[in-house]
């Protein structure tokens, strides 16, 4: 349940809802998901968190990160960390947990709701904590995916459970294919007559 004069404030665990959403089979179009809760309410801020890989020369989420920073998102990032496991695959690891907790805590205070868009049930202590300060909060991710994307004590927790895949007509769009490889040409030979 939303209210008009309701402060609000968004917490977007950004790989968890990445991931949530393509296993639904489409993509996020955040400025559309920004206009959906700015209508819901008065949107105090809107907080994406994510790990970047620092070392890569190009990473595929450096367009969205510096689009959502220039697009009126509190960005929080840190560098992710790689690792080999004991099967000898390379692992990257980039919790945002503490972060998106922190920031939480600090924020209850000046809000009336809270939107979490994450399915992760480390989380649970978090809602339960705002819940005592007296703040709302709804819990954005998906139940309809194999499986679920949502640990089922943080859906309990929440005060709203919003499902992910009945907000793709408003903040969807359908993925994106990925890019072709640019094949470079010679140039073509021209003949002067």
Known sequence: MFYKDDRLALFIDGSNLYAAARALGFDIDYKLLRQEFMRRGKLVRAFYYT????????????????WLHYNGFAMVTKPAKEYTDSQGRRKV??????????????LAPRVDHIVLFSGDGDFKPLVESLQRQGVRVSVVST???????????????ADNFIELDELREVIGRPPREPREPRVEREPEATVET
């Open 143 to 157: 139940i309809r995916s194999q499986p679920p994307m949502i640990a089922d004590e943080l859906r309990r927790q």
């Open 51 to 66: 790990a970047l890989l620092e070392n890569e020369e190009y990473s595929p989420i450096r367009p969205l990160v510096d």
């Open 93 to 106: 690891k980039g919790n945002m947990d503490i972060e998106l907790t922190v920031d939480a805590m600090e």
